[in-house]
């Protein structure tokens, strides 16, 4: 499969170039060697994404739910026969793992267009009596939604923000991260050959200018973000400007708490599934780790030897679990963050260098960090590193650790390992957080609500909740008698 994509943008059901853009390499993290480059869309792409989408829109929300499913669900199977040839590129793209990009993205895609898919002819709303007729509701499209996405799972992102937006009737216009263009350009591609008229899905390349401009675009209705909290304020402000709706999936800085009775080697699994996985850059990450004093010593002894087994390397081989980093920026703020958790006097456990791979000398491979001795002020404690660092804190009592674990600006997610469910559901009832594991951490299906608590952002994807922020609800009062005089 060509790497290079036929042209930058995917327009009303057509690749579509504008030379004048500003060019974009997408490099390979692992060797640093540039594999395609797009254009960034200007005003005039977007302009045209817009009319393209509208047009889409009104033939798609005049289709029927059901219709609407179907091709949904054959966009599901089309991904799923494709996922070994979408995996590759998603690993040349992001440098995660083939192990992961077989399983966590296009799959993950898949299995959110089949849930909305079978969801399209079951939006429902009520109905009310009234003495002389009744009331009934309504839900309908907003229009054409912007989707921007994050480069951590970029056709995942695509995926669930798609999924929900079309079943509604809605059309998108889909801008992905300028680190990591290539897979949602073979979504839209997808969705086409599924059967979704021209414009229903639009993909357009460009930096942060080009997402500004399709957030601020006054034919765009709504605007769903996945992204960092600095960006997400940014964007929520100025789609709030013209009051469009939004969904924000913002970061976090997640903690899990491992009690004195929990399964220790479990809670070890749970941290590592939860700080190493796509090598760190997963914004429901626990890194924050509260450890009970009295098992301290077990968890480390089992954390140490479990990481000391992780193989990294070159993400195309299926025995690598643990590739590079993004890009060599990703890299440079992940390293700063060591060093600054050095600074801070944090001890540093394990890791904290670079990993020497012959052949791949030049790729943004980091090892597993982790830091002990670590206070809950220190920086490394309090902002997202978006990379494989882990902070273990020692804690004494359970009402000490809630507290600590909920002092955070962020609400994204968050953990506890303990054999005692009624200690289990007590803690989650108390974590500020949208999401919550009881004895697992990171594990994802998309048939529950997925989003954030405070700065983590605003609104749901997935599950039945997604349905909320992708329509809108219409109101319509029936009278079936006739009106007496009113004067
Ligand atoms: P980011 O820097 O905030 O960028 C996110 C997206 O916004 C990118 O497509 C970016 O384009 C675009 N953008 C930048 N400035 C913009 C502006 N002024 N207006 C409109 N769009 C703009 O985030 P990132 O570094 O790609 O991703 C990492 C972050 O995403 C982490 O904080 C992570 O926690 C978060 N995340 C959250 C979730 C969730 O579901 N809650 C999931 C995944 C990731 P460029 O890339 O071209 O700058």
Redesign the pocket.
């Known amino acids: 499969m060509p790497i290079q994509p036929q042209a930058s943008h995917y327009i009303g059901g057509r690749y579509i170039e504008n030379e004048t853009g500003e060019p974009i390499d997408s490099r390979f993290p692992a060797t640093g060697e540039v594999i395609a480059t797009v254009r960034a869309a200007d005003a005039a792409i977007v302009d045209q994404a817009v009319a393209a989408a509208r047009k889409g829109y009104e033939e798609w929300s005049a289709m029927s739910g059901a219709d609407r499913g179907r091709v949904l669900c054959a966009a599901a199977r089309i991904l799923r026969d494709r996922n070994e040839e979408l995996a590759m590129l998603e690993t040349m793209d992001t440098g995660r793992p083939l192990q992961e990009t077989r399983v966590a993205d296009a799959a993950s895609a898949a299995d959110c267009l089949e849930f909305f898919g079978g969801m399209a002819d079951k939006i429902r709303g009520e109905q009310i009596s009234g003495e002389e007729g009744f009331i009934y509701t309504r839900r309908e499209p907003f229009g054409i939604c912007a989707g ?6 970029p056709i995942q ?1 695509a995926g669930w923000k798609a999924a929900p937006a079309l079943a509604c009737g809605n059309a998108m216009i889909f ?5 990591t263009p290539l897979s949602t350009l073979k979504l839209a591609e997808i969705l086409t050959e599924a059967g979704a008229p021209d414009g229903v899905f639009n993909v357009i390349q ?7 401009l ?2 601020e675009h006054p034919g765009v209705e709504k605007v769903s ?8 304020l ?2 929520n402000a ?1 789609a709030a400007s013209q009051l469009k709706h939004t969904t924000m ?4 800085k997640s903690p899990l708490i491992v009690y004195d009775d929990a399964d220790i080697e479990s809670a070890v699994i749970g941290a590592l599934l939860g700080n190493f996985y796509s090598t760190g ?4 990450n626990c890194t924050r780790v509260y450890v009970h004093e009295t098992v301290m010593d077990q968890f480390l002894a089992q954390l140490s030897e479990m990481t000391r087994r992780i193989r990294i390397g070159d993400p195309r081989d299926p025995e690598t679990q643990m590739g590079p980093l993004v890009s060599d920026t990703q890299l440079a703020a992940v390293m700063s963050y060591i060093e600054a958790g050095k600074a801070e006097g944090a001890h540093l456990f394990l890791g904290g260098g670079r990993p020497a791979l012959p052949g791949l000398e030049d790729g943004s491979f980091i090892e597993p960090t982790i830091f002990t001795g670590v206070r809950d002020e220190m920086r490394i404690a309090r902002e ?1 590193i ?1 990379g494989p660092v882990m902070c273990v804190m020692s804690f004494a009592g359970d009402e000490e650790v809630i507290e600590r674990a909920n002092n955070t600006a962020f609400g ?1 997610a968050a953990g506890v390992f303990t054999k005692d469910l009624r200690r289990a559901h007590r803690t989650a009832d108390r974590l500020q957080a949208g999401i919550c594991w009881i004895n697992n951490f990171n594990v994802y299906t998309v048939q529950p609500p ?3 608590f405070k700065k ?2 605003i609104g749901r ?1 997935n599950g039945f909740a997604a349905i909320e922020y992708y329509s809108q609800v219409k109101t319509v009062f029936v009278h079936l008698e006739p009106l007496a005089p009113a004067y």
């Open positions: 921007i996405g994050a480069w951590n799972y992102n801008k992905p991260s300028e680190t460009g930096r942060g200018k080009t997402g500004q399709l957030a973000f996945t992204g960092s909290v600095p960006t997400g940014k964007v100025s999936e913002l970061g976090g850059q997963v914004c429901t997202e978006f994204l997925f989003g954030g983590s952002g994807e």
